[in-house]
């Protein structure tokens, strides 16, 4: 027959799609070499000083003794303060903005600041949390005024994914829900969340990452850098896994660099260790509609 | 279904938990009253006689965390029941938490200024000045330089200052090759650029812009000369010793025709001048008579200091001046 004719005819577009198609894998294969890079340079500088001693040991000035005991009780310590305060007020936040509220100038003015909110700086949360939970509160350099800070620095995070996960709940089954007589509060509770929350959780988890590395705001508010006790109440003086890291990064002996990449690798198993429980959460709870 | 209830559940029983205990603590006397976290340690074990007990805190610079680290964790072997925290927000941001009595001890790379005098003062409150070691300043450039041997105080402040004549090497010395000077400098929080802001630059502005890199962390500075036969940079002598085989260090010349050369001999003896200087700690005297635990390891701090700057690639002060400084310490808890 006559193949050839029909080929030519689409030609430009067969180039066209093909061309684009190599853009995106492109694109990806950039962030993914990065990625494999950043992780290579870490497990070859790091495994090395990787042992259970690491993992039990408080800070020390000498490099074979030095550990992040704790930098991981203080970092687990916050984020189990963390995550339910700002998961709560997220979520009601949300809820009210997409559920209740009215759709007028002043619920749009408080949709964009929230969403403005999310990218301020970590640093001035850190002056936030400083002015109010340290000294006006009184709480002084405390765990729960570091996880207080932190819990206002992921809380924009949470809202702005939580108003998506909730607005992606298609309006039928609300209707439907309300058209068998069941009251708002009933919809939300038993038709609406249990949709959102696979939206929810995973937006949660990306704050969660982001509250468990960072270190400019808990400076500001006192995090200690060196200490020799794990928090037993809420008003322990503490420190986080970032902090340690990043003082170890700052020596001028090479080898406290290995030490730090040793530091990394276990940030990095716990956050994947969080995000394995928050995938799991999530695909139990995941309904398609 | 069930399942979500149960996870909201566990979500809610985690908030009371915390409200609960953030009730329970009184958080008012949380942090702004030292005394409750001396008695808070005391909770613990009922005995009484030899060992201490109580909380000791310290922040400040970063350049002293290394050794006040091998000092909190020696002390830790010796005296279990008192808890050391250790934090570094810069020599600055130390004096901001010592001048208002928050913390015991403050770090210092560089004296307490007059406003901070003033602002303790105000506060009723004595800081008395420690000297734990001496930090040489050690200006270096990379080793594929093989023109630049010594420099003179004078060289520098051309090099450095805003308005200063040298923006290339030749600008100098004929002999050297006409290349741009790239400088290298700590950021001007930091304690180690207001010592040499202080004794080269004496507070004029400093060359900013083109060539010229500022860093709060000190390796990147490392990393800049290293790499560049044409870059200048200045940081603490722990920084140069740990990369002696990429980077050369300069002789300074006061003014009288004889460069030394930074090492540990030339800093304790302060022959290398205008730029070794001392690290400090500044004790809170309140804390000092008040709390048996800051008496006790301020004393430690003191007698084992010299270790710690070894340790941390500093330079020990001479043992005499240790002594001094114990006596004094031991006369003003006495008052």
Same mark, same amino acid.
């Given at each position: ?128 949390? !400083?002015? @109010?939970?340290?000294?006006?509160? #009184?709480?002084?350099?405390?765990? =729960?005024? +570091? &996880?207080? /800070? ?55 988890? !990306?704050? @969660?990452?982001?509250?468990?590395? #960072?270190?400019?705001?808990?400076? =500001?508010? +006192? &995090?200690? /850098? ?64 | ?335």
């Amino acid at each position: 027959m006559n193949d050839k004719v029909n080929y030519s005819h689409i030609k430009g577009r067969v180039m066209k799609n093909a061309v684009v198609k190599w853009i995106f894998i492109m694109a990806t294969s950039v962030a993914l070499i990065f990625l494999a890079l950043l992780i290579g340079r870490v497990l070859s500088q790091g495994v090395g000083y990787l042992s259970i001693d690491f993992l039990k040991n408080y800070p020390a000035p000498y490099i074979e003794e030095a550990g992040l005991f704790a930098g991981i009780m203080g970092s687990l310590a916050m984020i189990s303060i963390t995550a339910p305060v700002s998961m709560i007020l997220g979520v009601c936040t949300a809820l009210y903005l997409e559920e209740y509220a009215r759709d007028n100038k002043f619920t749009r003015f408080i949709r964009v600041n929230v969403q403005n909110l999310a990218g301020v700086p970590s640093i001035v949360f850190g002056l936030l949390g !400083l002015t @109010f939970f340290v000294y006006l509160f #009184e709480m002084g350099y405390t765990l =729960i005024a +570091g &996880a207080l /800070t932190m819990s206002l620095l992921v809380l924009p995070i949470i809202v702005v994914a939580a108003q998506e996960a909730i607005r992606s709940v298609p309006s039928e089954i609300r209707e439907a829900s309300i058209g068998m007589g069941a009251t708002k509060w009933q919809t939300i509770w038993r038709i609406v969340l249990p949709a959102a929350i696979p939206g929810i959780l995973t937006g949660s988890i !990306l704050a @969660f990452s982001r509250a468990i590395g #960072e270190t400019a705001p808990l400076i =500001i508010v +006192g &995090a200690a /850098t060196a200490i020799y006790s794990i928090p037993d109440s809420l008003f322990s003086k503490y420190t986080v896994m970032p902090m340690q890291i990043y003082s170890w990064t700052a020596r001028p002996q090479e080898e406290w660099q290995y030490v730090a990449a040793a530091g990394i690798i276990v940030l990095l198993i716990i956050l994947l260790c969080m995000n394995a429980i928050a995938v799991w959460i999530r695909n139990k709870f995941q309904k398609r509609f | 279904m069930n399942k979500w209830k149960l996870l909201m559940l566990v979500a809610g029983l985690l908030l009371t938990v915390g409200v609960l205990a953030a009730c329970g603590n009184a958080p008012g006397d949380a942090e702004t009253d030292e005394g409750e976290n001396a008695s808070q340690g005391e909770e613990g074990s009922g005995e009484e006689g030899d060992t201490i007990e109580g909380s000791v805190v310290i922040d400040g610079s970063s350049t002293v965390l290394p050794i006040m680290e091998y000092l909190t964790y020696e002390y830790k072997q010796e005296q279990t029941e008192v808890e050391t925290s250790l934090s570094s927000s810069g020599s600055g941001g130390g004096f901001k938490k010592s001048t208002v009595g928050e913390i015991d001890l403050s770090n210092a790379s560089r004296p307490i200024s007059e406003d901070e005098k003033a602002t303790a003062e105000e506060n009723d409150i004595t800081l008395h000045e420690i000297e734990l070691a001496y930090d040489g300043l050690s200006v270096v450039v990379s080793q594929e330089n093989d023109f630049v041997e010594n420099l003179t105080v004078d060289q520098l402040r051309q090099i450095f200052l805003a308005d200063g004549s040298a923006t290339k090497w030749s600008d100098l010395n004929s002999e050297w090759p006409e290349e741009e000077i790239k400088i290298f400098s700590p950021g001007h929080e930091s304690g180690t650029f207001d010592y040499f802001n202080e004794t080269i630059l004496e507070e004029n502005p400093m060359r900013e812009g083109e060539n010229t890199t500022l860093s709060e962390d000190d390796n990147t500075l490392v990393t800049g000369v290293k790499n560049d036969p044409y870059a200048i940079g200045y940081f603490g002598y722990a920084y140069y010793y740990e990369n002696k085989d990429s980077l050369k260090v300069l002789g300074i010349d006061n003014g009288d025709g004889e460069p030394v050369k930074p090492n540990a001999e030339t800093i304790q003896d302060g022959s290398y001048t205008p730029l070794s200087r001392p690290l400090f700690t500044y004790v809170n005297v309140n804390s000092l008579k008040e709390k048996p635990q800051v008496l006790d390891f301020t004393q430690f701090v003191i007698e084992n200091a010299g270790a710690g700057a070894e340790e941390a690639g500093y330079v020990a002060l001479p043992d005499e001046k240790y002594q001094e400084q114990l006596d004094k310490i031991n006369e003003l808890s006495e008052q």
